[in-house]
């Protein structure tokens, strides 16, 4: 299965989170609010995130990983395409196809 990273930022009431969201690449849940509607009462895996605190003086927190409650977030927006990767994480090879010979006359 192919999967599809996005940076994306997330914001709840009391944080902005920006990081890296991994979907599937193709059919159903592969678009951010498809994906964020299946999982409304779960926490969604968030990587390279940073976090910040909107009005507050605080730094802000970088994170490997973090799991963000999915019911929070009150705004989601995709910033760019990471490209598109498999099971492993590396990016689908690309395949090499032969061309087929035609049968022998008779």
Known sequence: MHFRRLRVRL???RH???GT???P???YRSRMTDFLNSHESDFLPITDAEVYWPGDDRASESHEYLAVSVRHIVLGVELESL???DE???PPSQR???VSTPPPSA
Do not use: H, K, V, W
């Open 11 to 13: 914001e709840t009431e």
């Open 16 to 18: 902005t989170i920006e």
């Open 21 to 23: 969201l991994q979907l």
């Open 25 to 27: 690449n193709e059919g």
């Open 83 to 85: 490209g598109t990767f």
């Open 88 to 90: 492993t994480g590396e």
């Open 96 to 98: 090499s196809f032969m």
